[in-house]
């Protein structure tokens, strides 16, 4: 991996996962960071706390301002979906003809329609792209599509724990197998990740998103772990419900999900009393990252005219609590 320039846009904790594995086997890593954690990053390098031990690594420049490393050859962007807008401000020095961008992001993406969807195809989505300024200033072309089967948190800056799993799903945002997504499936393996390449990676993010839609908003409302969702039946129900309404768009759009509502909850079981996402920003006081992971399921449905009253009434339930609390945009 010596010679290739990487630079993580947002060195949270999937970020410093990432950038600390890759840096660890060689490639030159840099940071897009700023505040207490750009100054862990500068004094320590890349850590990452695992089973094993702590793994240290240099990193090669930290900065705040993407000019100060010019172009890179593959750029991570890691961050929270309300947070991309400001990202793709500050991309344009990163990027030559090129450059890789992989988005390993939660929920639907920009990008999820422009060569996908059926009765879709070619729609922007205004939950996760308002006014289309992302996709006018990081075109899909420079994109690879990245579905993350990781826990990691972030205890203190710079400085990543990570829990289980290393899995990363990456793919075309046009479909099919290219010399670009295999070269960088290669990168990744080095580093120590499972990776799967992914034909046609929607799939694999619809799929990461039936699960996430309902256990994470949930767990914002109501404050409760996973195995307190599974554990009420009224609730669990409830999921189920929502769940058929996200299965129903799925097909719509080319999304089919052969599995069981009743199984992908039993995947969710196995996590025990664990605390989502959404959960930890509500307990944080952070902006929660509900566009993507649901609002964008609202906009798809009423485009295709598909009812989904029982994710409505959570995203309003969950919409309308975040916003008393600071944690979501004023309507």
Known sequence: MNGVKVCVYGAGAIGGFIGARLAARGAAVSAIARGANAEALRQHGWRLQTAAGLEQAPVQAVAEDAAQLGPQDLVVVAVKGHALASVARGI???????????????????????????????????AVDPGGHIRAALPTEHVIGCVVHATCSMPAPGLVHHGFGQRLIVGEPAGGISARLEALAGLLRNAGFEVEVSSCIQQDIWYKLWGNMTMNPISALTGATCDLILG????????????????????????????????????????????????QDVEAGRPIELDPLLTVVHEIAARLGEPTPQLDALLGLVRLQARVRGLYPPS
Not at 93 to 111: E, R
Not at 239 to 247: D, I, P
Request: glycine share 10%.
């Open 92 to 126: 344009a020095p990163l990027l030559a003809a090129h450059t890789v961008v992989l988005m390993a992001m939660n929920g639907v993406p920009w990008w999820f329609f422009d060569h996908f969807g059926g009765p879709c195809a070619g729609v922007r989505l205004e």
């Open 232 to 279: 009420d039946a009224l609730v669990r129900r409830y999921c189920l419900e929502m769940m058929a309404e996200a299965r129903r768009v799925g097909e719509r759009i080319g999304c089919r999900i052969e599995q069981s509502g009743e199984d992908r909850l039993a995947v969710a079981g196995k996590l025990g009393a664990f605390k989502t996402s959404m959960l």
